[in-house]
């Protein structure tokens, strides 16, 4: 089992960036497949990105894709999201999650970090 903490949330103008960290206990980590979510308010959550255990595959969801970027450093325990060009409609709280080796579901959630976007 793994532990997860977001941070870096904020307020940002549109067009404007922001990189998000996950920060993950455990020492299994960088067996772990991790992905960022976000939850918009009235609305499901809805995936955003993923890497694998490598980094080496990453899956983005339609809306981000060239302008969202997920990376991660397995030495220090953590993902980062980095989000550029962002739009009123990437305003949302976004968690990250994490699912164990052999699993096919995201088991370990964070407790989130707003990321809001003005006009």
């Known amino acids: 089992q793994v532990q997860l903490v977001e941070s870096g949330g904020g307020l940002v103008q549109a067009g404007g960036s922001l990189r998000l960290s996950c920060a993950a206990s455990?020492?299994?980590?960088?067996?772990?497949?991790v992905g960022w979510f976000r939850q918009a308010p009235g609305k499901e959550r809805e995936f955003v990105a993923s890497i694998s255990t490598s980094g080496i595959t990453t899956y983005f969801a339609d809306s981000v894709k060239g302008r969202f970027t997920i990376s991660r450093d397995n030495a220090k325990n953590r993902v980062y999201l980095q989000m550029n060009s962002l739009k009123v409609e990437d305003t949302a709280v976004y968690y990250c999650?994490?699912?164990?080796?052999?699993?096919?579901?995201?088991?370990?959630w964070g407790q989130g970090t707003q990321v809001t976007v003005s006009s």
């Open positions: 455990g020492r299994t980590f960088s067996r772990y497949a």
């Open positions: 999650a994490a699912s164990p080796p052999g699993g096919n579901s995201w088991s370990n």
